[in-house]
């Protein structure tokens, strides 16, 4: 008879980068109706906002690139750079070349994505690379984009009409055309009802 596996402890988490995300999740369960993998239980929602890079760091170093969420969004730029820099000099201690590239590559993008006031130049200065050199670093920047826009919409939305439906905010963060985001936009501005937004995010057919 062969002996029994050790089984390691597994902690399911779900990331929230801001507390009104985590406020809007409904829990997620796990279980398995089959019996063969013994799961049950709920995920883990961690919050990082209720941490300081420190204490992430101190949970796992190659969290590293999730760091930008850890310091408020109005942070002093002075601060904000020297933490920066600190960031990148780690991702570059913890990874060869290329995987190194693309952790910087991401933590530009959680920069740009957390702290609106910053600009690609200055970001730059700080990790001391540019974002555009690569094609990964070029498709990072307008996904980043694209989800900027896509937060605004829906944050027009909640402050004009309160809550908004979970189905236009998963149709809204579908969205991949800049042309319409920025249509959208207008209309979240616009709009008299959520009704009539909802009508302009989903067009009749002809």
């Not at 760091?57 to 969290?63: H, Q, S, T």
């Not at 850890?70 to 570059?92: F, I």
């Not at 060869?96 to 910053?118: G, I, M, P, T």
Request: hydrophobic letters at 45%.
């Amino acid at each position: 008879m062969r002996p029994a596996r050790s089984c390691s402890a597994v902690l399911p988490a779900i990331i929230f980068t801001e507390r009104s995300f985590g406020s809007r999740a409904l829990p997620f369960d796990i279980g398995d109706s089959t019996g063969a993998y013994r799961l049950q239980g709920r995920f883990r929602e961690i919050v990082l906002e209720d941490y300081t890079d420190a204490q992430l760091l101190a949970l796992d170093p190659r969290l590293v690139v999730l760091a930008p969420y850890t310091l408020p969004a109005n942070t002093d730029k002075d601060e904000l750079s020297r933490k920066a820099h600190d960031w990148g000099g780690l991702v570059r201690s913890l990874y060869v070349e290329e995987q190194s590239r693309d952790q910087v590559d991401l933590l530009a993008l959680f920069l740009l994505n957390r702290f609106r006031q910053l600009t690609r130049e200055e970001v730059v200065a700080m990790l001391n690379f540019d974002l555009a050199d690569t094609v990964a670093g070029q498709d990072i920047l307008k996904l980043g984009i694209l989800q900027t826009v896509r937060e605004d919409v829906i944050e027009v939305l909640e402050v004009r009409f309160g809550r908004v439906p979970s189905e236009i905010i998963a149709a809204v963060q579908g969205l991949v055309d800049p042309s319409q985001l920025k249509a959208l936009h207008k209309q979240a501005v616009l709009a008299k009802s959520i009704d009539e937004f909802e009508e302009a995010l989903h067009p009749p057919r002809s």
